[in-house]
């Protein structure tokens, strides 16, 4: 009953502050019987820019879901991160910093990680080449957006991957590994299908991610000679200046990614559907690690290289940048864009605000992923039903729209007063505009696809006896997901609040739309530095958020994570 | 026992409202308490894109000659909030009452379609002809100049361009950086002049050059910084303030003169609190907060203050070919549409 309950206040929540403000968009470009459509769709530049997003979002789900899934399997299945001192007490699990440090670009905002490539890699001047004495690479254009965006993309394969492992069942691994399975078979045929619902489920995000994203093709792909545009890019171009008419044109635009995203999603949930291993899973059981022998260090040393290239050389650049006078190869080292950026009142509270909204509405997401993903069915592959699937894929719609359009969206929805005078006497005056809660709102509706999706692929692998037996037992349908589902999918929603919580604090694109006088976020600071006031100490707050990023990491998973939880053993 | 989690959670739920700012009111339902009773006080909310730093030395002023009005600011770049009050009118709300950022042709418009509200503040007499708009539906507070780029380390004093056009000889081919005219007002106001004086052929010539045109004022100083490109142009306000961090960028005003972007001030017709928003502007364009603008680095709309620190002084600016005159903002106006796409067809070009 309470669950049933909870199911009416979520649709309808997310139907009023999720849907209302796509609707209300998709009705600006419909107006005069759909001819902003119309006129968008005959124009060559619309196609090129579609074709450019579409190629951009194959080819980054196609790098980054492979890479982050062999990573996730490399640390969850083989001794390749295991500290190899047998007097460690953390013997037999991964190093929590390799964890951390694979997961560092989700903290970074993807704007600033492509500053830092344009820094190392542009054709012209570009670090790398001077090094190296000529022009060897050039980043700018197409590919170079994909290569940056891949490396900020994959962390969501990562994590998803490496939840789906850790709730996976060791036992089917070694019990097809006593059956006499190479490690080849038992990985094709056993650990292979067990990744495959999550590795799908973040291909589909990686997919929609990348045809959503912004900072990093504006700045790789226009930045290039000729220019790239890509349909995010070209809605900014809609959207900056204003005009008459230009707000339709962007809607149309925004319409027709959201149409092709969710063609996509659609692909992407079929295949992984197909895949899906139901498996029960009673006593948690810590997996046999395959060790790699000879293999370990050249594998190794290749993660090694991997990190150092992918995450430390643009972090080292950010936070060098950050205490350089200048962007000039020569300029001086000085404290002082620190001192500058500490000396505002306004930046711990824009780090406050932001480190309360990345909790808030992570937190909003997992909850509702997860009640999203129980409302489309009970636990256990194809036993969704109709309205439960249409909602939870509901629920992942606003992810598919760019940032700007979402935001216009919810400022055309809930800029007005909205009072609920009762008896006379009490008045309750919902304001939304400039408050915290409408950037939350913004976070919550645009990152619920990663809870739903999270959670949905967890749910997918529980096979549904555990939740029926329960039930026979006499347990509620909340004591049943309460004691016997939530155990199993616990990693994979920490998951989810991981990789909605970083993108969370570093949000920009939304919030500076949306915030308000006294609400400004780490991201609308950060945006603030960059375009106007000074942009080396735009990544002072980049290094601060990394930090912070780091600190949440070890909240969650660390050590001060398992004082919480004690009873949580992997 | 139910009761008693009732009773904890409805507090709960107001606690969390208020948290974010949502607000319950005890007692019979009133409208906004400043509405029009003419005096000069209650909340004015301000939309700008100045400087954080210009804000906070203009906020004592304020706090000083209208200590009853309570000044809220909504900083943003100028095309954010463009865009954040264009949607909010479109939803019949606008949430301020004055705005002061950097793109005319957006007050222009704004104009033309009755959002503003015409004031004809005292301080506008004294202010050069050319920096107020003959409807008195905005005036300038303060002025950008787009300049002539170049890096210092790169391209000798007497190398770098002279004009504009300059820019686009064959021997910057493949060196020279703008900021992306669909993406900032300012940068788009200096296209829209140049093709007004030189021509739609200009587009082909810049085309041309391998002009990378991309990102914001400050993206682009930062490619002409770091050596990337060699010469470009550029706001002064952003290339002052990198020189005083020693940054190799250095400006040159261009022969035929700069292209000045004023930076309007103007009431919105819907105004929830006009008499105050009215006393607000006054004091914006007092010569005491005019001085505080000069400190951010941009010229001030009065001639008889000094300008910023290594600028030329105002005079000098308003002598320039690319005037806001009458016949300009009649062609650039409605105009803009079809340059915006011209631009971005041209520029796309294999």
Redesign the interface.
Known sequence: MLLRLLFVVVSALLCVFGLTPVVVMLATAARDFGAPFVHELSDPATRQAWLNSVLLSAAVTLIAVPVGASLAWLLERTDLGVRSSPFASTAGESSEWLVAALTLPLAIPPYLLAMAWALLGNGRNGLINRWLGHAWIDLYGLDGTIIVLATTAYPFAFVAVRAALMRADPSLEEAARLAGASTFRVVRDVTWPLMMPAAAAAAGLVFVFSMASFGVPYLMGSGAEPPVYVMTTRIFRFTALGGEGMLARAAALAGLLLVTALIAQLLLARLGQRHTVVQVRGKVARPQRIALGHWRRPLRFAVAAFIGIIVVVPVVVIAATSFQSTFAPDARWTPMHWQNVWSRDETLRAFGHSVILAVAAAGIVSVFGLLFARMAGPPGPRRTSFIGRAFSSLATLPHAVPGTVLAIGLILTFTKEFRLIIFERITFVLFLPGTLALLCIAYAAKYLAFGVRGARAAMDQVDASLEESARLSGASTTGALRDIVWPLISPAVRASFVVVALPCLSELTMSVLLFGAQTETAGTLLFELQSYADPPAASVVAVVLMLIALMLHALIHGAVGRLFAPSEDR | MVLLRGAFVVPLFILI?E???????????DRRSHEADGSVQGEV?VYT?M???VIDAVKPILRKELPKVNV??????S??I???L???I????P?ADLILTS?PL?YE?LGAAGHLAPYASLRALVMPRALVHPTGHFVTARISTMVLAYNE?LVREEDAPRRFTDLFDPRWH?KVTTP?P????TT?TTLAFLVHAHGPQLLERWKAA??????????T??RI?????SVGFVLLENIL??RK????VQFRLPEEGPVLVPGPIAILRDAPNPAAARAVYDLLLSPAVQRAVVDGLMHAAFDDLSPPEGAPPLKTLLDTQYQWSQPFIAEAVPK??AL?ADF??I????
Not at chain 2, 182 to 185: E, F, I
Not at chain 2, 347 to 350: E, F, L, T, V
């Open positions: 409202f948290l974010f700012g949502c607000r319950v009111e005890m007692g019979p339902p909310m894109s400087y954080r730093h809220r600011w909504l900083r943003g770049g095309e954010k463009a865009t954040r264009d949607a909010e479109a939803a019949g709300a949430q793109d957006w418009r380390r493949g992306d669909l993406g900032s007002g788009f391998r002009t990378v045109s991309s990102g914001g004022n400050s993206s100083l930062t910084e770091s050596g990337e490109h303030k990198a961090n020693g940054s190799p803009a549409a915006r971005a067809r520029m796309s070009a294999p």
